[in-house]
């Protein structure tokens, strides 16, 4: 039986000798799919997942809430002199909004003419798409009713009135302010 044994290097060294010629044939396949890999990856090192965090802080920073409003008036009202405990009811109109950017398109046929409008859009790669926003609109409230413990006395009525008026928009006649318990 005269079988050889393998060295034990052999292998090894033809395996790489193999795995180098491959590299060498597909040297530029193997180079675009690792830029395409690392062009995949990079929303996610660079943040990409954040920028829907970032917008939805954004849209919750412009459409706050009413009850935080009323929360807000009611700390500073009871800090006022001869206030004492408020609470504060706020009623809307309208509530905050967006006034987008729009694109127009207008064409004159012999049936007749046409127009189509539509959004513009902001693309930020990878298939994210944003409306380019030209205005934030701001709640329009209805009226408000302020119960504190002043609420008897004129003099508080009027500051009431007048901090009411000057956080909220509305005019003296939708303001209602009475006493509390």
Excluded: H, W
């Excluded at 060498?24 to 990856?41: E, F, H, N």
């Excluded at 706020?90 to 046929?109: E, F, I, K, M, Y």
């Excluded at 609109?137 to 009135?161: F, I, M, T």
């Amino acid at each position: 039986m005269n079988r050889r044994e393998p060295e034990k290097g052999s292998g090894l060294a033809l395996y790489k000798g193999r795995l180098m010629e491959l590299f060498q044939r597909y040297k530029y396949a193997l180079l675009v799919v690792a830029a395409g890999v690392v062009m995949m990856a990079l929303p996610a090192l660079s943040g990409g997942g954040e920028t829907t965090q970032a917008r939805q802080q954004s849209v919750q920073e412009v459409e706050f809430g009413t009850e935080e409003l009323e929360g807000r008036l009611e700390a500073a009202l009871s800090q006022m002199d001869g206030v004492g405990q408020a609470e504060v009811v706020l009623t809307l109109r309208s509530g905050p909004g967006q006034v987008l950017a729009q694109d127009s398109q207008n064409s004159v046929r012999e049936e007749g003419s046409e127009s189509s409008q539509s959004t513009v859009v902001l693309s930020k790669g990878s298939g994210y798409e944003e409306p380019v926003v030209l205005q934030q609109l701001s709640p329009q409230y209805q009226g408000a009713l302020v119960v504190c413990s002043g609420g008897d006395d004129p003099a508080v009525r009027l500051k009431v009135v007048e901090a009411v008026s000057a956080l909220t928009g509305l005019g003296a006649d939708k303001i209602s302010v009475s006493k509390g318990k």
